[in-house]
């Protein structure tokens, strides 16, 4: 094995640490945050990020509107059951609840979410998550939806309750893979 003695460098920079750079981490946003799950195996996940043309506390009625079913609002993924778990200024918890009518064999399954708030300059940015309570691998888009559905715009085919806006979705990670927002609302269909 060789050993360095000594060394010229013209420009006078020999500095070994600035030969091996290390990656940078993949950041989630710093405002991040996962409800967990209770799943005793693997569980779906869904982390998205956003930013909405709106103040947060618009941003924040809205979602908790649509979570309490106000004015008549229905989940249009397959009509969830959604309810506000806990509010503060920059956060809110909700459930969503399959609908037994709709659901495989009437088995009820549950996901939980957090929304992150932070206003920035006149938009909101939105760090979102969803978590399913029970083992599950494939979600077929339900945690990106039981997200998206409580705060997407007229724009997106949504139907806003109290506060009507446009966002453009920044990131998503999806552990199913799986974050079709055709899947999100679905046009039930009637059988005669």
């Not at 990020?49 to 506390?57: E, H, P």
């Not at 309810?83 to 495989?104: C, G």
């Not at 927002?181 to 269909?189: E, G, L, Y």
Request: hydrophobic share 30%.
């Amino acid at each position: 094995m060789e050993h360095c003695v000594s060394v010229k460098a013209s420009s006078g920079q020999s500095d070994f640490s600035a030969c091996i750079v290390k990656k940078a981490p993949i950041k989630s946003p710093a405002a991040m945050k996962c409800p967990g799950s209770g799943a005793i195996f693997g569980h779906a996940k869904t982390q998205v990020t956003a930013t909405a043309k709106a103040s947060c506390a618009d941003v924040k009625a809205e979602i908790e509107a649509r979570a309490g079913a106000q004015k008549g609002w229905t989940d249009p993924h397959n009509g969830g059951i959604y309810s506000v778990i806990s509010s503060t200024a920059n956060e809110v918890d909700t459930k969503r609840t399959t609908n037994p009518k709709h659901s495989p064999g009437g088995i009820t399954f549950t996901d939980k979410q957090t929304f992150t708030l932070t206003d920035n300059a006149g938009t909101c940015e939105i760090a979102a998550c969803s978590e399913s309570q029970g083992s599950s691998l494939k979600d077929f888009s339900t945690n990106y939806c039981d997200l998206r559905n409580l705060y997407c715009g007229s724009a997106d085919g949504c139907t806003p309750v109290v506060n009507d806006f446009s966002s453009t979705q920044e990131s998503v990670k999806a552990s199913s893979g799986q974050s079709d927002f055709t899947q999100c609302i679905v046009k039930r269909t009637t059988i005669v």
